[in-house]
């Protein structure tokens, strides 16, 4: 189930990243998109190698639910701290 939360959650910030850099704002998206894009294909190879041993390609059960938002989470926690670094919009600057 990590899988898919991460697929969709990479997907939906490729899209918004691409929106937002048609309309040129920066909140550095690229980076949640490049962090959701890496673990997805990391675990696309690991659901992937776990299939070809016998188990489940996509394990749905709410552990599998629990630890994809988890991950989630972890990757927006990254994500807020490189914003919080680069500072795109000179938040911090201003006060």
């Given amino acids: ?9 990479a997907v939906i910030t490729t899209a918004m990243w691409y929106i937002g850099k048609a309309k040129g704002e920066d909140l ?8 959701l894009w890496g673990a997805t294909i990391m ?25 994809g938002f988890s991950l989630l989470l972890v990757t927006l926690i990254v994500w807020l701290f490189i914003l919080f670094i680069k500072d795109p919009k000179k938040v911090f600057h201003k006060i």
Avoid: H, P, R
């Fill in 1 to 9: 189930m990590w899988l898919l939360i991460l697929g969709y959650a």
């Fill in 43 to 67: 675990f696309f190879i690991d659901s992937l190698f776990s299939y070809l041993k016998g188990e489940e390609f996509i394990e749905i059960s709410a552990e599998a639910t629990t630890l």
């Fill in 28 to 35: 550095c998206l690229n980076y949640l998109a490049v962090i």
